[in-house]
């Protein structure tokens, strides 16, 4: 369990919520862990096989605390919540923002240093790691700083528009893959990396990349509908049928920290081998069965690492970032936040 910005995360498999008064309850094996107010509680996260009464479900749409149930791979199921009085508005203010251009290009701003930052922070790790990489890696480290600096010295002048910030953030991209090799240190014929190839995947690490992004997506979408935002309305990303285009927004700053660093430690630790993956007739490359297990395993485990959050100044397991990212995005919307305070890791 984890209370983080008044909102009650259940994490522990076979927790059984209750109702005491005017207290949620909160037991598991039949001993009481928990007991919480309602009046202290905006919502309320199951993030695992758990279940709660019926009256508290009841207790809980009376008193405006959301109840929101996502899967263990992240996706969200569904929302138990009484009459809808903030998300509509919530919701609302989300779409005018998105129409707005310099709105819009104020929360993309948001996000893509943050990007930025994180990529350069592997960089930097790498470096301090590996001295012998310091060669290929610092340069791209520099172009990386430098691409920050030039962004913020435009939104100062007011001249850094949505399309600029996309601009930087592709360009800060291709920088970022171009050296992603670099970064591999053992069992290079088998996890040689030659650039980002999607749909599909064209080698092992390409396949690894986008399998972590895919279970970082759904974790991102439980959470943003977990706090009533539209998971399909970005500032960033534009509008496309199918597309979750605010939780790419938000997994741009998430991914060099939760996915790539897995991905780089599951390689260079010789966790995983070339032999766990096959070869599609149209090229594309796939993880076997065992090699999915391992990295769904390690995933797991490396989102239950406590990790100081920058912003809110506390341990938060990573797992849980998403839905701080998501909750603080939401405040910074209804007006409770001057700015939208991205994850840049320190």
């Given at each position: 369990?984890?209370?983080?910005?008044?909102?009650?995360?259940?994490?522990?498999?076979?927790?059984?919520?209750?109702?005491?008064?005017?207290?949620?309850?909160?037991?598991?094996?039949?001993?009481?862990?928990?007991?919480?107010?309602?009046?202290?509680?905006?919502?309320?996260?199951?993030?695992?096989?758990?279940?709660?009464?019926?009256?508290?479900?009841g207790?809980?749409?009376?008193?405006?605390?959301?109840?929101s149930?996502?899967?263990?791979?992240g996706?969200?199921?569904?929302?138990?919540?009484?009459?809808?009085?903030?998300?509509?508005?919530?919701?609302?203010?989300?779409?005018?923002?998105?129409?707005?251009?310099?709105?819009?290009?104020?929360?993309?701003?948001?996000?893509?240093?943050?990007?930025?930052?994180?990529?350069?922070?592997v960089?930097?790790?790498?470096?301090?790691?590996?001295?012998?990489?310091r060669?290929?890696?610092?340069?791209?480290?520099?172009?990386?700083?430098?691409?920050?600096?030039?962004?913020?010295?435009?939104?100062?002048?007011?001249?850094?528009?949505?399309?600029?910030?996309?601009?930087?953030?592709?360009?800060?991209?291709?920088?970022?893959?171009?050296?992603?090799?670099?970064?591999i240190?053992?069992?290079?014929e088998?996890?040689?990396?030659?650039?980002?190839?999607?749909?599909?995947?064209?080698?092992?690490?390409?396949?690894?990349?986008?399998?972590?992004?895919?279970?970082?997506?759904h974790?991102?979408?439980?959470?943003?509908?977990?706090?009533?935002?539209d998971?399909?309305?970005g500032?960033?990303?534009?509008?496309?049928?199918?597309?979750?285009?605010?939780?790419?927004?938000?997994?741009?700053?998430?991914?060099?920290?939760?996915?790539?660093?897995?991905?780089?430690?599951?390689?260079?630790?010789r966790?995983?081998?070339?032999?766990?993956?096959?070869?599609?007739?149209?090229?594309a490359?796939k993880?076997?069965?065992?090699?999915?297990?391992?990295?769904?395993?390690?995933?797991q485990?490396?989102?239950?690492e406590?990790?100081?959050?920058?912003?809110?100044?506390?341990?938060?397991?990573?797992?849980?970032?998403?839905?701080?990212?998501?909750?603080?995005?939401?405040?910074?919307?209804?007006?409770?936040?001057?700015?939208?305070?991205p994850?840049?890791w320190?």
């Amino acid at each position: 369990m984890k209370k983080l910005l008044n909102t009650l995360f259940v994490s522990s498999r076979g927790t059984y919520l209750s109702r005491e008064g005017e207290t949620i309850v909160v037991t598991r094996e039949k001993e009481v862990v928990l007991r919480m107010p309602v009046h202290t509680l905006e919502g309320i996260v199951l993030l695992t096989e758990s279940s709660l009464s019926t009256p508290v479900m009841g207790f809980c749409a009376e008193h405006g605390v959301q109840i929101s149930m996502v899967s263990d791979s992240g996706k969200f199921l569904a929302r138990v919540q009484g009459p809808v009085r903030g998300n509509v508005l919530l919701r609302r203010e989300q779409y005018r923002v998105a129409e707005d251009p310099a709105r819009s290009a104020a929360a993309a701003f948001a996000f893509v240093p943050a990007k930025i930052a994180n990529c350069r922070s592997v960089l930097l790790r790498a470096m301090r790691e590996k001295s012998d990489r310091r060669l290929v890696l610092e340069p791209a480290s520099t172009c990386l700083a430098r691409s920050l600096e030039t962004m913020q010295a435009r939104h100062i002048a007011g001249t850094l528009d949505v399309d600029r910030i996309r601009g930087c953030e592709g360009d800060c991209a291709s920088e970022y893959f171009r050296i992603f090799d670099a970064l591999i240190t053992t069992n290079k014929e088998d996890f040689r990396f030659c650039g980002r190839s999607r749909r599909p995947p064209l080698d092992r690490v390409n396949a690894m990349l986008s399998y972590v992004y895919m279970l970082l997506m759904h974790d991102i979408v439980g959470a943003l509908e977990s706090v009533g935002l539209d998971p399909y309305v970005g500032f960033l990303h534009t509008d496309r049928p199918g597309r979750a285009s605010l939780a790419l927004d938000v997994m741009e700053e998430l991914r060099a920290v939760m996915a790539d660093r897995l991905v780089l430690t599951l390689i260079n630790r010789r966790q995983v081998d070339g032999d766990g993956f096959s070869v599609e007739p149209n090229g594309a490359v796939k993880m076997d069965e065992p090699t999915r297990r391992t990295l769904l395993r390690e995933w797991q485990t490396r989102k239950q690492e406590e990790v100081q959050h920058p912003f809110l100044e506390e341990a938060v397991p990573l797992g849980l970032f998403p839905y701080a990212q998501a909750l603080l995005l939401a405040r910074w919307l209804r007006g409770d936040l001057d700015a939208y305070p991205p994850l840049i890791w320190r």
